[in-house]
């Protein structure tokens, strides 16, 4: 399965997905008040400053998933509905993990919205360990929000 760079031609469509999969996911476990300022346009904005560091399975106009990296973290990974059990999450958790190994990351780690178990049992297939909870500031158009979020972090070693 090929993982590449994202395009900036593709930030709508990526921006569809991510807000779809989220409010597909993400919606119940959230507060009412983020769960409003999660608009489409919200997703695009956020897309448009992280691209850079965004790989994307799925042909240009038509992405089955993406995920993004920030620092030591791997910061965004979200999948079609259409596109589950289709190895999709595992090529992008992958290329995500090389990718943070090769900036020499030696402990990377992820925060899973607390609830979200579906997620949580794809990220401890994958050799990810819950490591604690903790409240993260989620960036939105009024500013950081608050979140409980489940810490996972994985050891990664660098490719020779």
């Given at each position: 399965m090929q993982v590449r760079p994202a395009d900036i031609g593709e930030i709508d469509h990526l921006a569809q997905l991510w807000h779809d999969v989220w409010h597909g996911s993400h919606a119940s476990l959230a507060p009412p008040e983020l769960v409003r300022l999660r608009t489409l346009s919200s997703f695009r904005d956020r897309?448009?400053?992280?691209?850079?560091?965004?790989?994307?399975?799925?042909?240009?106009?038509?992405?089955?998933?993406?995920?993004?990296?920030?620092?030591?973290?791997?910061?965004?990974?979200?999948?079609?509905?259409?596109?589950?059990?289709?190895g999709v999450a595992a090529a992008l958790i992958a290329d995500a993990e090389a990718r943070l190994?090769?900036?020499?990351?030696?402990?990377?780690?992820?925060?899973?919205?607390?609830?979200?178990?579906?997620a949580a049992r794809f990220?401890?297939?994958?050799?990810?360990?819950?490591?604690?909870?903790?409240?993260?500031?989620?960036?939105?158009?009024?500013?950081?929000?608050?979140?409980?979020?489940?810490?996972?972090?994985?050891p990664l070693t660098r490719a020779t």
């Open positions: 897309l448009a400053v992280m691209l850079p560091n965004v790989c994307v399975v799925g042909a240009a106009g038509a992405p089955l998933g993406f995920c993004a990296i920030r620092g030591d973290e791997l910061y965004q990974l979200f999948v079609s509905s259409q596109a589950h059990g289709l190994a090769a900036r020499g990351v030696s402990l990377a780690w992820l925060a899973c919205a607390v609830g979200n178990n579906r990220y401890e297939k994958s050799g990810w360990r819950k490591a604690g909870t903790f409240v993260m500031l989620s960036e939105t158009s009024n500013g950081p929000f608050p979140v409980d979020q489940w810490r996972f972090e994985k």
